[in-house]
C-alpha cells in the first residue's frame, strides 16, 4: 500500500463494489482503488477467494492497471491476488470434475440431488468415491440412515445440523453404514428429527418406477393397521408405483425436492 492514495475509500468486500466504485472513477485514480481493494479482499478474516478472482479479472481489463504494471510498477504488490485467481481456478475445474463424474455414475437429476448444495471440495470427493461404489438407490438408502444415526448422536464434535455432512457420504461409502432399505420407523424417525424433506428419494427410470421407494417393512406396517397400498403411499413416507407421483406431490407429503 505505500504510496497510494487510500483517503476516503470504502472497505470494499466484493469484486462488484470494486466494480462499481470504478465506474465513477477518473482513469488517474483507478489504480490506487484497485490497489487499496486487492488490501481489502485478501485480508477479509472471512474467506473472499472467489472475489480476489473477481478483482483479478477487473485489474486486467484495466488499461490504467497494464500502463502501470507494464513497466514493472508495484508488480511484486499483486503476486499474491494473482496466485489466488489461479487456485481459485484450479479448485473450480477440480469440484466441475467430480461433478461430472457423479453426474455420469447417477445422471443429472441425481447428481443435483445429492451434491447439488455442496460447495466443498471434500465433500464432493465423499459423494464421487460413493458414485463410483454404488448405484443411486443403494446410495440413497445408505445417506438417509447415515444421517439418522448422526442426528441421534449426542456427541461432542458431531454436527446436529440437518443438512448432509461430508462425514454422511464417507460413512456410506466406507460400508460403515448398511445400504439395505429403510425401515418404517427410521423413516418416521427422520422425517420426525428432520423435518418431511429430511428424506432423500432418488429419481428413478420408467424401468424402476414400478417399485417404491420403500419397500416391505413400511407396507407390511401399513397392512397390519388395515391399510392398503394406496393409502400407505399416500401418507408421504415414500413415492407410488409409475403415475402417482405427482397425486403425491399435490398434497404436500411427497419428500422428493423440486
Same mark, same amino acid.
Given at each position: 500500500?505505500?504510496?497510494?492514495?487510500?483517503?476516503?475509500?470504502?472497505?470494499?468486500?466484493?469484486?462488484?463494489?470494486?466494480?462499481?466504485?470504478?465506474?465513477?472513477?477518473?482513469?488517474?485514480?483507478?489504480?490506487?482503488?484497485?490497489?487499496?481493494?486487492?488490501?481489502?479482499?485478501?485480508?477479509?478474516?472471512?474467506?473472499?477467494?472467489?472475489?480476489?478472482?473477481?478483482?483479478?479479472?477487473?485489474?486486467?481489463?484495466?488499461?490504467?492497471?497494464?500502463?502501470?504494471?507494464?513497466?514493472?510498477? =508495484?508488480?511484486?504488490?499483486?503476486?499474491?491476488?494473482?496466485?489466488?485467481?489461479? =487456485?481459485?481456478?484450479?479448485?473450480?475445474?477440480?469440484?466441475?470434475?467430480?461433478?461430472?463424474?457423479?453426474?455420469?455414475?447417477?445422471?443429472?437429476?441425481?447428481?443435483?440431488?445429492? @451434491?447439488?448444495?455442496?460447495?466443498?471440495?471434500?465433500?464432493?470427493?465423499?459423494?464421487?468415491?460413493?458414485?463410483?461404489?454404488?448405484?443411486?438407490?443403494?446410495?440413497?438408502?445408505?445417506?438417509?440412515?447415515?444421517?439418522?444415526?448422526?442426528?441421534?448422536?449426542?456427541?461432542?464434535?458431531?454436527?446436529?445440523?440437518?443438512?448432509?455432512? @461430508?462425514?454422511?457420504?464417507?460413512?456410506?461409502?466406507?460400508?460403515?453404514?448398511?445400504?439395505?432399505?429403510?425401515?418404517?420407523?427410521?423413516?418416521?424417525?427422520?422425517?420426525?428429527?428432520?423435518?418431511?424433506?429430511?428424506?432423500?428419494?432418488?429419481?428413478?427410470?420408467?424401468?424402476?418406477?414400478?417399485?417404491?421407494?420403500?419397500?416391505?417393512? @413400511?407396507?407390511?406396517?401399513?397392512?397390519?393397521?388395515?391399510?392398503?397400498?394406496?393409502?400407505?403411499?399416500?401418507?408421504?413416507?415414500?413415492?407410488?408405483?409409475?403415475?402417482?407421483?405427482?397425486?403425491?406431490?399435490?398434497?404436500?407429503?411427497?419428500?422428493?425436492?423440486?
Amino acid at each position: 500500500m505505500e504510496g497510494a492514495n487510500t483517503d476516503g475509500l470504502p472497505e470494499f468486500r466484493t469484486a462488484a463494489e470494486v466494480a462499481e466504485y470504478l465506474a465513477d472513477t477518473s482513469d488517474e485514480s483507478r489504480y490506487d482503488v484497485l490497489l487499496w481493494a486487492a488490501h481489502c479482499l485478501l485480508n477479509q478474516q472471512i474467506s473472499a477467494a472467489n472475489e480476489v478472482e473477481g478483482l483479478w479479472e477487473l485489474v486486467l481489463g484495466n488499461h490504467t492497471w497494464l500502463e502501470k504494471t507494464k513497466t514493472g510498477y =508495484d508488480v511484486e504488490a499483486w503476486d499474491e491476488v494473482r496466485q489466488v485467481a489461479i =487456485d481459485v481456478k484450479k479448485r473450480r475445474h477440480r469440484t466441475d470434475e467430480a461433478r461430472r463424474k457423479i453426474a455420469l455414475c447417477w445422471g443429472q437429476e441425481n447428481a443435483d440431488l445429492v @451434491a447439488g448444495q455442496v460447495q466443498t471440495y471434500n465433500t464432493l470427493c465423499a459423494i464421487r468415491k460413493l458414485a463410483i461404489r454404488m448405484d443411486i438407490m443403494k446410495a440413497c438408502h445408505g445417506i438417509n440412515r447415515a444421517r439418522l444415526h448422526r442426528l441421534r448422536r449426542r456427541a461432542r464434535g458431531v454436527s446436529n445440523r440437518i443438512e448432509l455432512q @461430508a462425514s454422511d457420504f464417507l460413512q456410506v461409502a466406507d460400508g460403515t453404514i448398511q445400504t439395505g432399505e429403510l425401515r418404517f420407523d427410521e423413516i418416521t424417525e427422520l422425517q420426525i428429527r428432520g423435518g418431511r424433506n429430511a428424506l432423500i428419494v432418488p429419481y428413478l427410470s420408467n424401468a424402476f418406477q414400478q417399485r417404491p421407494f420403500f419397500l416391505n417393512d @413400511a407396507q407390511t406396517e401399513h397392512k397390519d393397521k388395515g391399510l392398503n397400498q394406496e393409502e400407505s403411499m399416500e401418507d408421504g413416507f415414500g413415492p407410488g408405483p409409475a403415475g402417482t407421483q405427482d397425486e403425491s406431490m399435490e398434497d404436500g407429503s411427497d419428500p422428493v425436492p423440486p
